[in-house]
């Protein structure tokens, strides 16, 4: 299992708002990152540092930390946002990456 | 524009090796460490490492030491995994991507995914 805690499955209604988390200890001293992945498609970087978004990447995605939890917030979702969305940050030990077992999101 | 280009799909053996490329361009290549990610039918995202583009150096995930080779030719701005001794569980798409780092690390650019599938 992950060091790193995603919900497997998450439901949003088209044009609400949608929070995905992603647990774990590393993220008390270090910055997640976010990563959209549709069927079929590498992964796209969404979120870095905690709250960057890279250049071309919709301002309804915004990132945010606190405690051992890091959020991945989506405001107004719309029906492209459907994916599968993966955290990342380091192991145990500091000195390894590890990603979070992913959340599969739908829209409704 | 940053662009991360693969070799194509593999069939693959058990027992055989095979040899997956990513082929880097639009930056200078030396200045960003390469890792890659292993993603099993219908599972999620497993790093496997990197390897350090300037030095050769690599390093290894748990899990990912002793079949798996990382390799470079800066000459071609290409990085290499080279996994020998197949088997049927290493049947999985691999990607390429570009490491950064600001806090921690993250992969700001991939490439687009070699399936490799390993049957008898």
């Known amino acids: 299992s992950s060091e790193l805690t995603q919900d497997p499955a998450v439901s949003v209604a088209l044009g609400q708002t949608v929070r995905i988390t992603c647990q774990g200890d590393s993220l008390r001293s270090y910055y997640a990152s976010w990563y959209q992945q549709k069927p079929g498609q590498a992964p796209v970087l969404v979120i870095y540092a905690k709250d960057n978004r890279p250049s071309g990447i919709p301002d309804r995605f915004s990132g945010s930390s606190s405690g051992n939890t890091a959020s991945l917030t989506i405001t107004g979702t719309q029906a492209e946002d459907e994916a599968d969305y993966y955290c990342?940050?380091?192991?145990?030990?500091?000195?390894?990456?590890?990603f979070g077992g992913g959340t599969k999101l739908t829209v409704l | 524009q940053v662009q991360l280009v693969q070799s194509g799909s593999e069939l693959k053996k058990p027992g055989a090796s095979v040899k997956v490329s990513c082929k880097a361009s639009g930056y200078t290549f030396i200045n960003n460490a390469m890792s890659w990610v292993r993603q099993a039918p219908g599972q999620g995202l497993e790093w496997m490492g990197w390897?350090?583009?300037?030095?050769?150096?690599?390093m290894f995930a748990q899990g990912f030491t002793g079949r798996f080779v990382f390799s470079l030719d800066t000459s071609v701005t290409t990085a290499y995994l080279q996994i020998s001794s197949l088997k049927a569980e290493d049947t999985a798409v691999y990607y390429c991507?570009?490491?950064?780092?600001?806090?921690?690390?993250?992969?700001?650019?991939w490439g687009q995914g070699t399936l490799v599938t390993v049957s008898s």
């Open positions: 390897i350090n583009t300037n030095t050769g150096n690599p």
């Open positions: 990342n940050s380091r192991d145990s030990s500091g000195n390894h990456v590890v």
């Open positions: 991507a570009r490491v950064r780092y600001s806090n921690n690390w993250y992969f700001d650019y």
